[in-house]
C-alpha cells in the first residue's frame, strides 16, 4: 500500500512538474519568431564584446556601461576576465568605448557589474553606482566620476542583509535608491523553481543609511527599474511576468501601484527617454534560448518604446527586433539627442539612429 502511495504521488509529481515544463517553455517564448525592426544607421560598437548589461547617460551625452556580467545560468564568452565600466561619448561622429581606470583600494579582480544609476551631487559632482556581484554576492558601489582624465574614484561598498540577488538600482540621493531582487532563493536551481513555478516572491527595497524596507512585492522576478523625469513615478521591469509596473513615489519612500502595462516579451533594464518622457524597454523576445544557449540558434533582442506611460492607454511600440544574427540578448536601450545605444546581456552593443 505505501508503494503504491509513493508511486502515485511520484506519478503525480512527474506530472506536475511534466505540464510546468510545458506552462514555462510558453511563457518564455521558446519558439517566437521575430519579425526584425532596425532604426537608421545601426553599427554595432568596437570593444564591448563581452556585454553591455546596463548603460546610463549623462545629460552632456557621456554613457556609462557596465560589462562583463557573469550570471547564474546565462552565457559569459569571458569567465576569467573582470567585470569593466566603460564610457563612450554620443556627441562624437562614431563614438567609441573606452574601458574606464578604476582607482586603486577595489577589488577589481572581483569586480562583477550589473545595474547602474548615475548621481549628480548638488556640486554636480557625478557618482556612478553600481549593482556588483563579487563572488556572486550582491553589494553597491559607489563610484566618483573624473572626467579630465576619465577614471572612476571607487568611495564606498555598500552591504546590507536585504540586499541579497540585487538586479538593478535607481539612485534618488546621494546615498538613497531603490533596488531590485530578481530571485527569492540564492540557490541556482531553488530560483529556477521559483520561475517554474511563476512564484511572486521578489521586491523591490527602498535603502537609506538610516532605513533600509521593501518598498513593493509581488514580483516573480523584479529586474530593471528608473523613475519618470518629475521623479514622481518609479518604473520597474518584471522579467518573468513580462511587464512593467508603473508606482507612485510617496514622501516616506514608499511605492504604490498605479498600473501594470502587459507585455508579451521578457523586459530587462528601462531607462526614460530624457526628451519624451517615454520608456525605453530592453527585452528578450525568447528568454529560453538565453537559458539553453546555442550560438547556431541565438537568443534574439528586441527594445520597447512605451509613450504616454501614465495615460489610460500606453502606446506600446517596438523599435528595435533582431533574431539574433546582429544582436543577442538585448538588456537595455537608452537615448540621447536622436542616437539610441542598445546594449545586451553577454553579447555586443549597437548604436542606431532613431
Ligand atoms: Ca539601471
Ligand atoms: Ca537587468
Keep these: 500500500m505505501g508503494k503504491l502511495v509513493a508511486l502515485t504521488l511520484l506519478g503525480a509529481s512527474l506530472a506536475l512538474i511534466g505540464e510546468r515544463l510545458l506552462a514555462f517553455r510558453k511563457i518564455m517564448n521558446a519558439s517566437l519568431d521575430i519579425e526584425p525592426v532596425e532604426p537608421q544607421n545601426c553599427h554595432l560598437i568596437e570593444g564591448l564584446e563581452y556585454g553591455s548589461e546596463d548603460i546610463d547617460i549623462l545629460p552632456s551625452g557621456l554613457a556609462f556601461i557596465s560589462s562583463g556580467l557573469k550570471y547564474p545560468g546565462m552565457p559569459n564568452f569571458a569567465p576569467d576576465e573582470p567585470g569593466k565600466i566603460f564610457l563612450m561619448d554620443l556627441n562624437e561622429q562614431n563614438p567609441k568605448a573606452q574601458a574606464l581606470k578604476i582607482s586603486d583600494g577595489f577589488d577589481k ?27 556572486m554576492k550582491s553589494t553597491v558601489e559607489i563610484f566618483k566620476f573624473e572626467e579630465k582624465q576619465p577614471s572612476l574614484i571607487h568611495v564606498k561598498t555598500i552591504k546590507h542583509k536585504l540586499l541579497t540577488s540585487v538586479n538593478d538600482i535607481v539612485v534618488l540621493g546621494l546615498e538613497q535608491f531603490y533596488a531590485t531582487r530578481d530571485h527569492y532563493s540564492t540557490n541556482f536551481f531553488l530560483s529556477l523553481l521559483e520561475m517554474l513555478f511563476q512564484l511572486r516572491w521578489t521586491h523591490v527595497l527602498f535603502y537609506s543609511p538610516t532605513e533600509v524596507k521593501v518598498v513593493a512585492k509581488g514580483f516573480i522576478s523584479a529586474n530593471g527599474i528608473t523613475v519618470s523625469l518629475d521623479q514622481k513615478y518609479v518604473y520597474v521591469a518584471d522579467v518573468a511576468a513580462k511587464n512593467v509596473h508603473v508606482m507612485e513615489k510617496h514622501d516616506n519612500w514608499d511605492l504604490t501601484q498605479l498600473k501594470v502595462i502587459q507585455l508579451s516579451t521578457h523586459v530587462d533594464n528601462l531607462t526614460v527617454d530624457p526628451a519624451t518622457g517615454d520608456i525605453l524597454a530592453g527585452c528578450h523576445p525568447n528568454a529560453m534560448k538565453l537559458l539553453i544557449y546555442n550560438p547556431e540558434n541565438p537568443p534574439g533582442s528586441e527594445v520597447l518604446r512605451i509613450q504616454n506611460v501614465l495615460s489610460e ?39 542606431c539612429e532613431l
Excluded: W
Aim: charge should be positive; proline fraction near 5%.
Design 109 to 135: 579582480e572581483s569586480f562583477n557589474p550589473h545595474g547602474i544609476s548615475i548621481f549628480i551631487g548638488k556640486d554636480h559632482t557625478v557618482y556612478l553606482y553600481v549593482v556588483n556581484h563579487p563572488h
Design 313 to 351: 492607454q500606453p502606446r506600446v511600440s517596438t523599435v528595435y527586433a533582431n533574431n539574433g544574427s546582429v544582436l543577442q540578448g538585448t538588456s537595455v536601450a537608452s537615448t540621447y539627442r536622436g542616437k539610441m545605444l542598445i546594449g545586451t546581456v553577454f553579447h555586443k552593443a549597437l548604436c
